[in-house]
């Protein structure tokens, strides 16, 4: 099997039952695994909320390490249209002529950095720092600052060994109170002095909701990118026609990025809170308890993708799930998808061929569902 073949834990269950079950920190969660259902969950907010008590919705359940609501991703309709209606025009910069050229700058240059060495560990030497400086941009914060948050490794809220880990998420609550207290007292033109000026409900922004958006920010799109952006490097290592491919067919590159989003889902899973009793594949979901609409499973339904377990570059019709769907589709789906096109731009300009050299998966365990989500380890030497 190949470093970049990624398996489907979830067929079984999804042609059998439509349904799978798993118990997360004594808090028990039904997935959601058909495209339809999982597609008709993330719409019906009204059955399935997600402005549950603060962390309850992610899976792993969050709750014993914040308090902060995130925002938008934690509130429902009406309000979460007040928010959105703030957000989604900072979060479609990366659009921007201007910007889409300073982030290739950036790439441009660590593509660099790792052709000069003999081999690097694609994770940490270049995933993660793609994802930080490129959020300096997002954020309109000083380029330095990636240096910091490239220290604190691949993900905000969880250690080596530790599924969660408090005292390193406080290390981002305590980051992120420093830096909204300096706009504070010195506005500017960065995103945490745009909230602190923003107004909902005839009401400015308090802190703790700006702390919300950022701690979002923060924590959304960093092992989600950095997964996003390895596992397609492991893909082009081991099929290096696909990446001649995309040379010389560039028109198939937006679509090729959609494939390898929808084949690698770089997110599982995201959970709801049911407000009322209801049922999934007529199995009962109570009001108060977890349902999680499986992203992951959703995309390989062989009912709406053919050859769903196979990367099809061209493909046609794809409506995947990486992103979400309905309300709260991912906020920052423009800046994944930025940076997809610009790192897949680049390789094709600078790199002839990648190598694995050595490999080590991020297996995820779901209960009775074991799914590799990317890599702890990734080395691989740049052509």
């Known amino acids: ?99 889409q050229a300073k982030l290739k700058e950036q790439i441009s240059a660590l593509v660099d950095e790792v052709l000069a060495k003999d081999s690097v560990d694609v994770i940490s030497e270049f995933s993660l720092k793609l994802q930080s400086r490129a959020l300096t941009l997002l954020l309109n914060t000083p380029y330095e600052e990636a240096d910091l948050w490239i220290s604190w490794g691949t993900h905000v809220f969880r250690s080596e060994g530790e599924a969660l880990d408090g005292a390193k998420a406080a290390i981002l609550y305590d980051y992120i109170d420093g830096r909204i207290d300096e706009a504070i007292a010195k506005p500017g033109e960065d995103l945490y002095s745009v909230l602190l000026n923003a107004v909902v409900d005839g009401k400015k922004l308090t802190k703790e909701e700006v702390k919300g958006v950022m701690i979002l920010t923060f924590a959304g799109g960093r092992d989600t990118v950095i997964n996003a952006v390895s596992n397609s490097i492991a893909y082009f290592a081991e099929h290096p026609k696909s990446l001649d491919r995309l040379r010389v067919e560039p028109e198939i590159r937006n679509k090729a990025i959609e494939e390898l989003i929808r084949y690698f889902a770089p997110l599982t899973q995201m959970g709801r809170v049911a407000k009322t009793d209801s049922a999934v594949c007529e199995h009962a979901i109570k009001a108060d308890t977890r349902a999680s609409l499986c992203w992951a499973s959703a995309n390989r339904d062989a009912t709406v993708f053919e050859n769903p377990n196979e990367v099809v570059l061209d493909r046609k019709m794809n409506p995947h799930l990486s992103f979400g769907f309905g309300t709260h589709n991912c906020l920052g789906a423009t800046h994944a ?6 790192a897949v731009e680049v390789l094709t300009e600078k790199v002839s061929t990648m190598e694995i050299v050595s490999a080590e998966e991020n297996i995820e365990d779901l209960g009775d569902f074991k799914r590799k989500v990317g890599f702890h380890r990734l080395q691989v030497k740049f052509n």
């Open 1 to 99: 099997m190949k470093n970049s073949e990624f398996n489907d834990p979830f067929e079984e269950a999804r042609v059998n039952q439509g349904f799978g079950e798993m118990d997360d920190q004594n808090d028990p969660v039904t997935m959601l695994l058909r495209h339809k259902d999982v597609r008709k969950g993330a719409h019906d907010w009204k059955t399935f909320q997600s402005g549950a008590v603060p962390g309850r919705i992610v899976i792993p359940s969050e709750v014993n390490i914040r308090t902060t609501r995130q925002i938008p991703f934690e509130v429902d309709p009406p309000q979460h249209k007040d928010f959105r209606a703030i957000l989604d025009p900072w979060f479609k910069r990366p659009l921007e002529e201007e910007y």
């Open 337 to 342: 998808r930025t940076i997809m096109k610009i």
